[in-house]
């Protein structure tokens, strides 16, 4: 319910018709001081053709106006001020809220259209980066809230299971690697090799001669080579999904980068045929000077074919597989400029489904305010990451709430949703520092305050239902609401909108933001309530605190963070 919409209607009635109601809208000021109404209407712009005073003008329009959505309306000088009708507004929204529960929110704005989401795609035989777990939490959530708003999302984890690091990799396992060793530590081991085949090859360029080899024998299908290579992606694999069973992701599909290995040759075509590859120093590039980009690359001097290679086949492919109405690679920010020279060539292929390719960039995470850097040995390790804050929780839990029953349970939901939360609370195009502390306070713009928040409202509940009361709203019951209450009602009437928001701008920080927002609102509430006094007031409160828990638990539903009961 949207009130200025309500407060425009009621003006559009009596105004002029030159008035549109996007300027009405843009008028509306909200008064400094609350005695003056919600809304104000300044009446200035029609003393000139009206040829009359804005005082004048503001007492006639009040007169006129329908007053029977509001609680009052009134002329006070050259202004319209309306007073909304916040108990007849409070109990509408809580009576839609209790009545559509988690369906609150709701909204078609996808009509069912796929959307295909490119989200966390690490690399196989490297260890899962901080940038990837930004592009899984992003995307798990953009998923959430696109089926939301009735869009079908459809999570494709893009792999980088090819190149021609695998031919080193071969190399390298053949010579130093044991099949014990990998199969006891997979992503450690493997790296290892890898590292170490950088290390000897300075002395021993022979060693590149046979990779090169090996990777040849992969592409071509050797089997020694290919059993190898399935055999990495698959440990590879299987380390990744420890973690995203922890954050529980899944995937709709694994297609990676190899999947694409018989799809490029019709690009090649493609762009042949459209005479849009040239050659430059012995590689096929396609020029794309006029989108003032650099040239992409296709094909290399030997004729191996690259990542954006790859990449326009898996455009193309999602497109006829899908037939998408928009198509979501949540990539970091470093890789801008590859994604636009990726629309850009797929626009000079004549590829007018190129606009609906949208690139969803988030900022790095630093430490200490620096970047994380392998090499210089600033590096997080995700499952030590999860681990510490699943200890940090359990903890606090244990300070806070030594009863608890299922405290290890608890600990896991509320250390994981910590750093899902606070990835998602930043704007994702902004850098921001990791530190475990931070993350996991109770307090403060975090995770475990929303949670925290709701487990509140959850514990309200059952004791009222102990009591032998029920929330109630509705014809007989209303709510009276004072300040603290009219707040938190403003914020659950306002979900819907952030929803929208959230997904137009590919964003989930907005539901973050507003999920702490209408804590905030909420413990502010509490703390000045007797919410449990046994008054005629009791059963509306009572709606209150559950149309609370049940935003609350449905915005950390859109993050992709657990609401746990009691903690
Ligand atoms: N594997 C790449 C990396 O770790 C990310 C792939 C993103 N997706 C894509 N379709 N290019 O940098």
Do not use: C
């Amino acid at each position: 319910m949207d009130f200025k919409e309500q407060v425009v209607a009621s003006l559009k009635q009596v105004l002029p018709t030159e008035l549109t109601t996007e300027k009405i809208t843009a008028l509306l000021e909200v008064p400094k001081n609350d005695k003056m109404g919600d809304l104000a209407f300044p009446t200035f712009i029609l003393a000139k053709s009206l040829h009359q005073s804005p005082v004048k003008i503001a007492a006639d329009l009040a007169e006129k106006i329908d007053q029977t959505n509001f609680e009052k309306v009134q002329a006070v000088g050259p202004y319209v001020n309306f007073f909304l009708n916040k108990q007849k507004l409070g109990t509408e929204i809580l009576r839609v809220v209790l009545q559509q529960q988690a369906e609150y929110g709701d909204q078609d704005l996808g009509h069912g259209g796929n959307v295909p989401i490119d989200m966390s795609s690490p690399n196989i035989a490297k260890p899962m980066s901080m940038g990837h777990l930004r592009s899984t939490v992003i995307g798990n959530s953009l998923a959430y809230l696109l089926t939301k708003v009735n869009y079908h999302p459809i999570k494709i984890n893009h792999l980088g299971d090819w190149g021609t690091q695998f031919g080193k990799l071969i190399t390298a396992y053949k010579k130093w690697g044991s099949e014990a060793e990998v199969k006891a530590d997979p992503i450690n081991k493997l790296l290892a090799y890898y590292v170490r085949f950088h290390q000897e090859d300075v002395d021993h360029p022979e060693l590149d001669d046979e990779a090169r080899a090996w990777f040849k024998r992969l592409e071509d299908g050797d089997p020694e080579a290919m059993e190898l290579w399935k055999w990495f992606r698959e440990v590879s694999l299987q380390t990744f999904m420890k973690v995203y069973q922890r954050l529980h992701v899944e995937f709709d599909s694994y297609n990676g980068e190899a999947f694409y290995n018989d799809k490029m040759a019709e690009i090649v075509e493609i762009l042949e045929k459209k005479n849009l590859l040239q050659e430059s120093q012995g590689a096929q590039i396609v020029d794309l000077s006029k989108y003032n980009l650099n040239p992409a690359l296709i094909k290399k001097t030997d004729g191996a074919t690259l990542y954006i290679t790859r990449d326009l086949a898996a455009a193309l492919y999602r497109k006829r597989t899908y037939q998408f109405v928009q198509s979501l690679y949540v990539v970091g920010n470093e890789q801008t400029n590859h994604f636009k020279q990726l629309k850009a060539v797929l626009k000079e292929m004549g590829e007018d489904w190129s606009d609906q390719v949208h690139h969803i960039p988030f900022g790095l995470i630093t430490q200490g305010g620096h970047k994380l850097s392998t090499r210089a040995g600033r590096v997080i390790l995700l499952e030590k990451v999860l681990d510490d804050a699943v200890e940090l929780a359990q903890k606090q839990i244990e300070q806070k709430n030594p009863a608890l029953k299922n405290k290890a349970q608890v600990a896991e939901q509320v250390g994981v949703g910590a750093v899902i939360f606070h990835d998602l609370k930043n704007e994702r195009l902004n850098n921001f520092d990791f530190d475990l502390a931070e993350v996991v306070r109770f307090e403060g713009e975090t995770g475990p305050y929303v949670q925290y928040s709701h487990a509140r409202a959850q514990s309200i509940l059952r004791k009222a239902k102990n009591l032998g009361v029920e929330p109630a709203i509705g014809e007989d019951i209303s709510i009276a609401p004072d300040e603290d209450t009219w707040n938190v009602l403003k914020q659950l009437n306002d979900f819907p909108v952030a929803i929208k928001r959230a997904v137009q701008e590919y964003e989930p920080s907005v539901i973050a933001k507003y999920a702490l927002h209408l804590a905030k609102s909420f413990n502010q509430y509490y703390a000045h309530t007797r919410v449990l006094a046994e008054d005629n007031q009791l059963a509306s409160r009572l709606a209150l605190v559950k149309s609370v828990a049940i935003v609350l638990q449905e915005a950390l539903r859109l993050l992709g963070v657990a609401a746990p009961n009691e903690m």
